[in-house]
Nanobody, 120 residues
Framework: QVQPVESGGGLVQPGGSLRLSCAAS????????MGWYRQAPGKQREVVAT???????NYADSVKGRFTISRDNAKNTVDLQMKSLKPEDTAVYYC??????????????WGQGTQVTVSS
């Protein structure tokens, strides 16, 4: 079973930076896309940034220019560099991997989440 594992969350002051990392380990045939999502208390989970195998990226409007997603295909990892953090960025951040363990069986795998708190 594949289990993406996130790391790097924590408490940071407004205007500060954090880097989240996610590693997908296990028996993997192919990874098609990886991404970061977040869920704030009382709100629905939303997409933050995604990256596909070719390197194309997409960002939520609220994080454009502040967050950067990157991926290491050889290591099956995806990072999220977050700068100029705002209190409204406070949420649990989840990593998602769109992958197949065997050819033809593609599905999403979610990590357990890591808390990011932006507060003075």
């Amino acid at each position: 079973q594949v289990q993406p594992v996130e790391s790097g969350g924590g408490l940071v002051q407004p205007g500060g930076s954090l880097r989240l990392s996610c590693a997908a380990s296990g028996n993997i045939f192919s990874i098609y896309a990886m991404g970061w999502y977040r869920q704030a208390p009382g709100k629905q989970r939303e997409v933050v940034a995604t990256i596909i195998g070719g390197g194309n990226t997409n960002y939520a409007d609220s994080v454009k220019g502040r967050f950067t997603i990157s991926r290491d295909n050889a290591k099956n990892t995806v990072d999220l560099q977050m700068k100029s953090l705002k209190p409204e960025d406070t949420a649990v951040y989840y990593c998602k991997a769109d992958l197949a363990q065997v050819q033809g069986r593609r599905r999403d795998y979610w990590g357990q989440g890591t808390q990011v708190t932006v507060s003075s």
